[in-house]
């Protein structure tokens, strides 16, 4: 059975850091593309940053640019969300998410942690 456990997640004051982890099980993280997305009510999910399998190249939303780091450790199985500078406007429940091509789309999500921008 595969799970995706998502952690770290807080109330931070705007221009505070945090640093979220993804944790996974029953699979095996270098062979899927690994992302961070997040959610606000009454919007739909947005994808923050994605790792690709092959070459570990990364591509991140216009708004977290230069601002959030991804990175994963496949020999644990994780990946991280480094967020510096953090803004209101990234309040959000964010989510992690395994993704693989073959015949078809396999697609994996954690159930999301809070992250709150705050002063």
């Known amino acids: 059975q595969v799970q995706l456990v998502e952690s770290g997640g807080g109330t931070v004051q705007p221009g505070g850091s945090l640093r979220l982890s993804c944790t996974a099980s029953g699979l095996t993280t270098s062979n899927y593309d690994m992302s961070w997305y997040r959610q606000v009510p009454g919007k739909e999910r947005e994808l923050v940053a994605r790792?690709?399998?092959?070459?570990?190249?990364?591509n991140y939303a216009d708004s977290v640019k230069g601002r959030f780091t991804i990175s994963r450790d496949n020999a644990k199985s994780t990946i991280y969300l480094q967020m510096n500078s953090l803004k209101p406007e990234d309040t959000a429940v964010y989510y992690c998410?395994?993704?693989?091509?073959?015949?078809?789309?396999?697609?994996?999500w954690g159930k999301g942690t809070l992250v709150t921008v705050s002063s």
């Open positions: 998410n395994a993704h693989a091509r073959y015949a078809y789309d396999i697609d994996y």
């Open positions: 790792n690709t399998k092959s070459g570990g190249r990364e």
